[in-house]
């Protein structure tokens, strides 16, 4: 037994794909904001010294005694 599919059928399924595709873009525009918000404060603080454990983030280093060769 065969049902056809009515016009309010594809009303309501246009409608509610309509709305489940906002909710995606809004949701993911969100988390997205929020990631990059949470690594700019981070690299902020990285960059800041706050939150290290008295440690420094230093360049390469050459070994003590050896002069610097550049060629």
Same mark, same amino acid.
């Given at each position: 037994?065969?049902?056809?599919? #009515?016009?309010? /059928?594809?009303?309501? /399924?246009? &409608?509610?794909?309509?709305?489940?595709? #906002? &909710? %995606? /873009?809004?949701?993911?525009?969100?988390?997205?904001?929020?990631?990059?918000?949470?690594?700019?404060?981070?690299?902020?603080?990285?960059?800041?010294? %706050?939150? %290290?454990?008295? %440690? #420094?983030?230093?360049?390469?280093?050459?070994?003590?005694?050896?002069?610097? &060769?550049?060629?």
């Amino acid at each position: 037994m065969g049902t056809s599919l #009515t016009p309010e /059928f594809w009303r309501q /399924f246009a &409608v509610l794909l309509v709305i489940a595709m #906002t &909710v %995606t /873009f809004v949701l993911s525009a969100a988390l997205d904001a929020l990631y990059l918000r949470s690594r700019q404060r981070r690299a902020v603080r990285r960059a800041s010294g %706050t939150g %290290t454990t008295g %440690t #420094t983030i230093r360049g390469p280093q050459r070994p003590s005694g050896r002069p610097l &060769v550049r060629s």
